[in-house]
């Protein structure tokens, strides 16, 4: 590919384009270093200030990120969240593969926050599970879920690595997730986290805590959970009600 000059498209435009094309055919891959503005200002036979250019587009439109003293880089790709579809089903609307890894699966009590927030007994007994969530083998996100068991007796005989959370409680013990209140929040990773999501550094994580209710208004289950915020968004549509027009 060449920088055509008799285009009338600006030469950082039609640079601009041909990186992201070979981005889109997996010549340069997620997190690998393109090559400098001199390597590529020499190689299309254009400008440094115009090679700037077209990489500072693209590290706005967060299709590159640069890291000091080190190159630009190709980021991962971002995975929306924007209503109650779950994980699974989230990412294969997007056209990517979801796979789970359960790091846990257990049963608990005595959780006094918790069983105020869902308001049960405070002997209540949970399955505890703690998912680790993967997007094209991305590691995306971290998932603990707190659901009372006598809400879904048996869960443990169900596949959570191969199967929907919520698919099982609509399927097999007819709850319809109706709605969730979350909080959201921006937290850095620590080593655990780091080690968790196989980064070499520390990463920004957005940290989700709520609960979820059903069609009938029964509070389900509590989740908290984290999301690589370089590969996974959170869109949130707010409306303006009738009241205040």
């Known amino acids: 590919m060449k920088i055509d000059k008799s285009h009338p498209l600006p030469y950082y435009i039609q640079l601009k384009n041909i990186i992201e094309k070979q981005i889109e055919e997996g010549i340069y891959q997620p997190n690998q270093m393109i090559p400098s503005e001199r390597q590529l200002s020499e190689k299309y036979e254009i400008s440094r200030m115009t090679t700037r250019q077209a990489i500072n587009e693209l590290v706005k439109e967060g299709k590159l990120y640069r890291e000091k003293g080190r190159g630009t880089f190709v980021s991962s790709p971002r995975f929306l969240q924007e209503n109650m579809m779950s994980f699974t089903e989230t990412l294969r609307a997007q056209g990517y593969t979801p796979t789970t890894k359960v790091l846990e699966f ?17 002997e209540q007994t949970y399955y505890k599970i ?20 006598e809400y879904c007796e048996g869960l443990d005989q169900y596949d959570l690595g191969a199967q929907s959370l919520y698919k099982i409680l609509k399927e097999n013990y007819n709850h319809n997730i109706e709605s969730t209140f979350l909080t959201i929040e921006a937290v850095i990773s620590d080593k655990m986290m780091m080690k968790i999501f196989e980064s070499s550094k520390a990463i920004p994580l957005l940290k989700t805590e709520g609960i979820t209710r059903t069609e009938e208004g029964v509070k389900l289950f509590y989740e908290t959970s984290y999301y690589r915020s370089d590969v996974y968004t959170y869109q949130v549509n707010i409306y303006r009600g009738m009241m205040g027009r």
């Open 106 to 122: 257990s049963v608990v009590r005595g959780l006094k926050n918790i069983s105020k927030m869902l308001e049960t007994k405070e």
């Open 130 to 149: 703690k998912r680790l969530r993967f997007a094209d083998s991305i590691p995306a996100a971290l998932e603990t879920v707190y659901i009372p068991s």
